[in-house]
């Protein structure tokens, strides 16, 4: 019986790894890979609370956000000097939300969530340029204006419900900063690092991680990020976009799921 359950357990720490693989590769392209990792996560291992198990998605998202962003920073123009406030203020937000999970429900927000994402999959399929290059670049005041506000709210998002968050970082730095996929999608990875570590510093001090699977996902989701920062350089815009859309439209089947079914 000892054996069996070992056995159960060795081909769950599998599942979970492969599900954290393919999140790190979304999340190295466009974001989004908990959509994968946290389901496979909550099936697998339904015995731990719901917040033990959201603390235990956060560190392998946050090593294979770093493995991503060091890939892009090697070869994308970072402006640190706007993202580093962006990613500032984010991290307060994070924490802010993940705070306040314990007081409001996130379920009275999904509705809204829903439409916006139905309006981004319509707007971005529609508009064949969308990211496609980069516009006119914005007075830095301008842009850090934007950013802090939009970082504020994706900030909080994140710590409070969590699924999408570096797809909107992705939607805010195109649509609002006039960035393309390409630059976006390197500057939301260190956005999306400083709100991973905020919900680390309060997962950790409330005690829910799980750290004996958290590592082991954490290295396969590093090399789904690898590969996949290794595939969006090699296939640029055209690509980073179609894959955007996928991952919004999966988005809006489970936060669809969500607020008609569940």
């Known amino acids: 019986m000892r054996a069996l359950s070992l056995a159960k357990l060795t ?33 697998s ?10 603390g235990t998605t ?6 294979g956000t770093s493995v991503s962003f060091f890939q892009y920073a090697k070869r994308v123009a970072i402006q640190w000097k706007l993202v580093v406030w962006i990613a500032a203020v984010a ?8 705070y306040a999970v314990s007081f409001i429900s996130n379920n009275t927000f999904k509705p809204v969530i829903l439409v916006t994402l139905v309006i981004v999959a319509i707007y971005t399929y529609s508009k064949k ?18 950013g802090i506000i939009s970082g504020l709210l994706i900030g909080f998002y994140d710590g409070f419900i969590g699924p999408g968050t570096g797809s909107f970082l992705v939607l805010m730095f195109i649509g609002l900063l006039g960035h393309d996929f390409m630059h976006a ?35 396969c989701n590093m090399a789904g990020g690898f590969v996949g920062t290794r595939f969006a350089l090699l296939k640029g815009n055209q690509f980073i976009r179609i894959f955007f859309l996928g ?14 079914f569940k």
């Open 11 to 43: 081909i769950s720490i599998f599942i979970v790894c492969v599900a954290a693989f393919v999140a790190g590769f979304i999340d190295a392209v466009v974001g989004g890979g908990g959509l994968v990792q946290t389901p496979v996560l909550f099936m």
């Open 45 to 54: 291992f339904p015995n731990y609370s719901v917040a033990t198990l959201l």
């Open 58 to 63: 956060k560190l392998p998202s946050f090593f």
């Open 91 to 98: 991290f307060v937000a994070a924490m802010l939300g993940s």
């Open 129 to 146: 340029n969308f990211g496609q290059h980069e516009e006119k670049e914005l007075p830095f005041s301008k842009a850090l204006i934007r």
């Open 185 to 219: 999608s390197a500057h939301a990875k260190m956005v999306n690092l400083a709100t991973n570590s905020a919900s680390i510093i309060y997962f950790a001090a409330t005690g829910n991680i799980v750290f004996e699977l958290a590592i082991p996902m954490a290295a």
């Open 247 to 260: 991952v919004v439209c999966a988005t809006i089947l489970r936060f669809g799921y969500d607020v008609f």
